[in-house]
């Protein structure tokens, strides 16, 4: 199954990504730029679907931003404006949050139940599943290397175990995911900031 989905972005949003990711309130006006024009150019979709004649409650998942969002970032980071390009790299990751609870929704209204959470591949689940779900969802704009690297970027996989219970939803996902180096938990340092201003947390002026 195949459902487009709608990228979004709340107000309340902006105050969080400074905070979560290291930016200054003098960044805010550049996130907002960025944000219209990630907006303008992701094309979220996600896929899903049961593995036969396995259990009816597990559902295989892909969920993207779609190519756009990489083609843009790439563009900040060839005229060497890495700033710009973390920016892009920190909204994508609000955006793809914010699919996932559009894919949440869309699953419930084909299923009656929730997602009970997500088995990432790479960390719960073997890479080598990939070719599992590939198999299963057929998606037509998403492809993997051998290393098992999605493309677009911005797309994850993963199993979910479908519920019939709210509070056990994907929205208490983090109590048990062993991402501990998520950039959702409080405190942690980006990968992108890393990369950008080196091992040590830099202040700017």
Not at 87 to 94: F, G, K, L, T, V
Not at 130 to 155: D, H
């Amino acid at each position: 199954m195949r459902e487009t989905l709608q990228p979004y972005m709340i107000e309340s949003a902006y105050r969080q990504i400074l905070s979560r990711y290291h930016f200054h309130s003098t960044d805010e006006a550049e996130i907002r730029f960025l944000t219209e024009r990630l907006l303008q150019t992701a094309s979220p979709v996600v896929y899903f679907g049961r593995k036969v004649p396995e259990g009816e409650s597990r559902l295989a998942v892909l969920v993207t931003l779609g190519i756009g969002v990489d083609n843009l970032q790439e563009t900040y980071t060839a005229r060497g404006e890495l700033m710009e390009s973390y920016m892009i790299e920190c909204i994508a990751m609000e955006l793809l949050k914010n699919a996932y609870e559009q894919a949440a929704d869309i699953i419930y209204s084909h299923c009656g139940l929730w997602m009970g959470g997500f088995d990432f591949l790479g960390d719960t689940v073997p890479l080598e599943k990939m070719e599992e779900v590939f198999a299963i969802l057929k998606p037509e704009e998403i492809s993997y290397n051998q290393a098992y690297m999605l493309t677009p970027k911005k797309t994850v996989a993963f199993y979910t175990t479908l519920t019939d219970s709210r509070k056990a939803a994907y929205c208490n996902v983090c109590s048990t995911c062993s991402h501990t180096k998520c950039v959702h938990r409080r405190g942690n340092l980006t990968y992108g900031y890393q990369r950008i201003y080196g091992e040590h947390k830099v202040e700017r002026t």
